[in-house]
Each structure stands twice: as structure tokens, then as C-alpha cells.
């Protein structure tokens, strides 16, 4: 008997027209669940569709869709012929996208007389199951972590077994939605491995935002652990990872990072953890690791890290295994601010962390957020002057947008702020309202801070003690000053 055969698709993105190019992730979640189907015989399929990002079509006015044409993901279904295929829905903005993929698919089947089981995953339809089960085309929907849960899926279709029970899912019986019990997390991340053999890494090397703001191409995103302990109002990583932070051995780690440099020639990382720093000695053995086998790397931080466990000490060593960019997320300056998102920062210990970054030649970089529902022109204000006055090389101001599952969209919903989501809107162009703020203003408002930073940080450079610290220090080759530029040409590509 033939294996069953599964496709996974990540669909075509909507993006806002002004952008010319958009955001480049690696399909980490389909690699991952990939890697763990073949080790169990299975055959399988990712077509990673928005990676083609000069392939772009006209939506509206406002809107562009980037990735693989209709005609192209047809072709693609039909030629690997697939049992099972698996739709992405990474985020709430994305359900649009996700919705005309599956439309897409259906359409299909009266052509070729086929009928895929259709499983959507990702963190929308982790955080609202039984909303996205009111789409009638869905079979299953995946809740948390897909690893185990499609793999028990797959299974049970080809020894034709009943479908409805499968933990971490929600399913349809009877006509009826039925959320099954949460699947549990998977405790030994060291047995995960992404399958890249599954995707065309010369495709991703480049793409105009992986070749042109990194300091070294190749470069790749990775993930060493799962999970964060925090409880912030604006996330919701947590409906997929949960709140219980697991993390690979410092060995796994840098196995997975040699194995990519010599097969691949990668010699970037880009380590997309949400808390990578969260234990001090797991960090410091992943750089002596990466030390101690001679990788001639360089990594970054881009999701930021848990600064409450560094110290020189941690950042020394991390300098030392080729770190060369940090990312703080601060989101607010402001103490009211804080308190609403439960984040609460000690930006004295911010400050010293900055210093000591540019001592050792470390590039720093943070993240805010304003638009919060009560935020008033106070807060914002208070963000701005910390923003302005600091010593950051790159400030990455956001709009804060109501994510399904998160309690900011409860808060959105509870102060009648959200009648509806807006699928247009993301984080440097909002379109949601707040109660002191239109979105336009807000929008107003991220602009003139990014702007303000930046003529006052140029006029600061005009201080050679200054322009030497926090600047040209860090620039000790070619690499570093074609780095510096190409950052320069990224901003102003989005800006």
C-alpha cells in the first residue's frame, strides 16, 4: 500500500502595497512536523508560497498579495497528488489569506474529482478553534503543537480510523464542533530536528530581506527552545508553546548549527527564540560549545531576550561565539504602561546593558509598542523620551494590534474598539482606534519617533567621543561597514 503523502502550504500573504518587500520566516512549524512524519514513514511535501516575494499581484488600493500565483499552487497539489494537506494560519491577520488558500483547494477537488483532509494549524486557529471550525471547508483544526498531533492524524486516515478523538484538535461531528482534550507538550526537544532537505535553502539565502540585512549570508532562522514564562497582554505564543519554557541541550544546539554550516554554508543565525537567555548557564555552554568547535558564526536575537539574566559576563561570551546584534524588548517607558502589559522593566538595568553592549562592540536594537487601548499621549510621551535619549543603534517602534488570544483583544473587544478585525492592519500601519487616539494619529506618532530618533542620534554622532562609542567602534572590517549600509538601505526600503 502507497504511504500517505502530506502537503503542507503556508498561502500567499496580503501586505501593505508601500512595503517593497515583506518580512522573510523560514516555515520552522512545517519543518519541524515534517522531519517528525518521514521519521515515521511518511512522505512529505512544503510549499512555502509568500517566500516568492517578486511574484506580487494587486489587491486593492492599499493591498498587495506576495507569493506564488493560483495557477502555481494548483500546478504544485497536482503534481504531488497529496492525501493530506495542512494549511498555515500563523496569525489573526493572516486568517483572509489562509481562508482563500483553503477556497482554493476545495475549488480543486471538483477538477481533479479528489478529496484532501484539509487540517489548518498555527496560532489562530490554537487560540480560537471553534471560530475557525465555522469554516465548513476545514476538517481539523490543530491546537498547540503540531509535532505529535499530525502525526497521530496521519496515522489514523491511513489505517482509516476515526478522526474525532485526537488530542489537540478540533473536529466536526455530527455537524457539531467538538474541541478534543489539549494535546501535552513535548518535553524532549532534543529529538526535534527540521527537515531542510524539504525546502530550497538557495531560495531563502536570497531573498532581498535575508541578503540584505544580515551581517553574513547565508543565514537561517533557528529556534533552541519552546516556551515563555511571561504573561504579557499582547502575546500569544503562549496558545502554541504554553507558558512552560523547554529548552535543547546546549550540545543539540550547536550540533544543529554545525550541521547547517557544513552542509549549507550557513554562517548566520538568526535565533528566533522568545526567551533564549531565559537560564544563564544553558547560554553561556552554548557559546563555549560554539567556542570550543571553532564555528565561524555570526547570530542575533531578533524576538529579544530575557535581559534580566544578563550580565557582562553572558554578553562577554556571547560576543565571543559571534553574537553580534542584541534586541531588548522593552515595549513602554512608561510605569503605568508597564503595569497594564505586565511587563515590568528596570530601565536602569536597561541602560547598563546598553553601555555595556557598545563596550564590547555589540550592536543594540529594541523593541516598543504604543496604542494600547488606555495609553494616553503621557505614556507615549515617556516611551519617546526614553527612545530619544538612548543609546540604541535601532529603535523598532510598533503599533500594539488585538491578536486572537491575547487578552489585548479581550480589551479591545471589552471597550468596544474592535468590531470587527482588520486584516489590512499591522504593526508600522495600524488601523484600530483607541480610546484616546484615532489610528492615524498613532500612525502619526510611530513616525515622528523613528524620525525624531534619528536626527537627534546623527546630530549626536557630530560628538566624536559619541560617534567613536556608539558607532564606529563596532565597524572593524568590510563585513561590518557593508552591515551598517545595507541596515541603512533595509530602513529605508520600509519606512
Not at 50 to 60: A, D, E, G, Q
Not at 381 to 396: A, D, G
Request: hydrophobic share 35%.
Amino acid at each position: 500500500m502507497e504511504k500517505t503523502k502530506i502537503m503542507f502550504i503556508n498561502p500567499p500573504q496580503s501586505v501593505d502595497n508601500k512595503f517593497k518587500v515583506n518580512n522573510l520566516k523560514f516555515p520552522l512549524g512545517f519543518l519541524y512536523m515534517a522531519d517528525y512524519l518521514e521519521k515515521n514513514g511518511f512522505n512529505v511535501k512544503i510549499l512555502d508560497c509568500p517566500v516568492y516575494y517578486k511574484k506580487r499581484k494587486k489587491v486593492n488600493g492599499t493591498t498587495d498579495k506576495i507569493g506564488s500565483y493560483p495557477e502555481e499552487i494548483k500546478a504544485e497539489i497536482k503534481e504531488y497528488n497529496p492525501d493530506i494537506i495542512g494549511v498555515s494560519c500563523a496569525f489573526t491577520t493572516y486568517e483572509k489569506d489562509s481562508f482563500e488558500l483553503i477556497d482554493l483547494i476545495r475549488d480543486m477537488e471538483k477538477q481533479i474529482n479528489k478529496k484532501f483532509l484539509l487540517v489548518v494549524g498555527g496560532a489562530h486557529s490554537s487560540a480560537v478553534p471553534k471560530y475557525v471550525m465555522r469554516n465548513k471547508k476545514i476538517d481539523i483544526a490543530v491546537i498547540g503543537e503540531g509535532e505529535k498531533t499530525i502525526l497521530e492524524i496521519a496515522q489514523k486516515f491511513e489505517q482509516k480510523k476515526d478522526l474525532a478523538n485526537i488530542k489537540g484538535t478540533a473536529v466536526r461531528v455530527k455537524g457539531k464542533i467538538k474541541i478534543n482534550k489539549p494535546r501535552e507538550f513535548i518535553e524532549e526537544i532534543d529529538q526535534l530536528t527540521p527537515a531542510w532537505h524539504l525546502i530550497d535553502l538557495n531560495v531563502y539565502f536570497n531573498h532581498l530581506d535575508n541578503s540584505r540585512a544580515t551581517l553574513r549570508n547565508p543565514s537561517v532562522d533557528i529556534i533552541t527552545s519552546r516556551g515563555c514564562p511571561g504573561n504579557c497582554v499582547f502575546c500569544g505564543n503562549h496558545v502554541i508553546w504554553g507558558r512552560c519554557w523547554r529548552g535543547a541541550s546546549p550540545k543539540k544546539v550547536v550540533d544543529d548549527i554545525e550541521f547547517l554550516v557544513k552542509k549549507y554554508g550557513v554562517k548566520q543565525f538568526r535565533i528566533q527564540d522568545d526567551n533564549l537567555t531565559l537560564k544563564k548557564d544553558r547560554i553561556i555552554k552554548i557559546c563555549e560549545e560554539i567556542i570550543k568547535r571553532k564555528i565561524d558564526i555570526k547570530w542575533d536575537t531578533p524576538n529579544g531576550v530575557a535581559f534580566w539574566t544578563l550580565d557582562r559576563e553572558v554578553l562577554s561570551k556571547m560576543k565571543d561565539a559571534g553574537f553580534y546584534r542584541i534586541t531588548f524588548g522593552i515595549e513602554s517607558a512608561s510605569p503605568r504602561t508597564q503595569r497594564y502589559i505586565r511587563k515590568i522593566v528596570n530601565l536602569d538595568k536597561i541602560n547598563e546593558l546598553i553601555s555595556i553592549c557598545h563596550e564590547l562592540g555589540i550592536w543594540v536594537c529594541s523593541t516598543f509598542i504604543i496604542g494600547f487601548p488606555y495609553e494616553t499621549i503621557e505614556d507615549i510621551e515617556q516611551t519617546k523620551k526614553f527612545i530619544i535619549n538612548s543609546r540604541l543603534n535601532f529603535p523598532f517602534v510598533y503599533t500594539a494590534q488585538p491578536i486572537y488570544g491575547t487578552d489585548l483583544y479581550n480589551d479591545f473587544k471589552k471597550e468596544n474598539l474592535l468590531s470587527e478585525i482588520k486584516f489590512a492592519s499591522n504593526v508600522v500601519n495600524t488601523q484600530y482606534d483607541t480610546l484616546h487616539f484615532t489610528n492615524s494619529e498613532l500612525n502619526n506618532l510611530r513616525n515622528q519617533i523613528v524620525k525624531t530618533f534619528y536626527v537627534k542620534k546623527i546630530i549626536s554622532y557630530v560628538n566624536p567621543s559619541v560617534f567613536y562609542k556608539d558607532f564606529l567602534s563596532k565597524i572593524k572590517s568590510f563585513e561590518d561597514a557593508r552591515y551598517i549600509l545595507k541596515s541603512i538601505y533595509m530602513l529605508t526600503l520600509n519606512f
